[in-house]
């Protein structure tokens, strides 16, 4: 499935069919309701893989005060390896806890959600992973926003 991210060319606006259609009021629309499920996984401490990477709720520690550390949970997006690799990228090496269970989107409940068709969310948000790739691809910058 990550395959599909794992560019030798530049994409074409034709392998953008959905995100054409789609008015950008409507794809984040999408996306927000993609944030949204992701969300509610992580409250149940469920990680969620998207095609180039996974949402997860990690331990980590935070100092309050001289020399105290606090230990905390952080959400936290994990490029893939094998994407890190095809395109040359430095990231610490971050791990997800064994006991994490890890799903994929469950594009019926985002679509049931945000009143699209479940082809619409689905492909939608696979076209903005293939643009986020294409950026990899040629070394701009990006910028993903989730509240």
Known sequence: ???????????????LPTL????????????SGMSRYI??????????EIGIGTFAV?????????GEVLPVERPMFILSKTLKMFY??????????????VVQPDFEEIAAETHFR???VEHCVQETLLCFAGALRENKEVEFSFR
């Open 1 to 15: 499935k990550m395959q599909k991210y794992l560019l030798y060319h530049a994409v074409e606006p034709e392998e």
């Open 20 to 31: 054409r259609e789609l008015s950008t009021m409507e794809i984040c629309k999408v996306w």
């Open 39 to 48: 969300y509610r996984q992580l409250l149940q401490k469920t990680a969620v």
């Open 58 to 66: 990690l331990p980590a520690h935070a100092s309050v005060g001289e």
């Open 88 to 101: 040359n990228l430095e990231s610490d090496e971050t791990k997800i806890p064994d006991e994490t269970p």
């Open 118 to 120: 479940h082809e619409i």
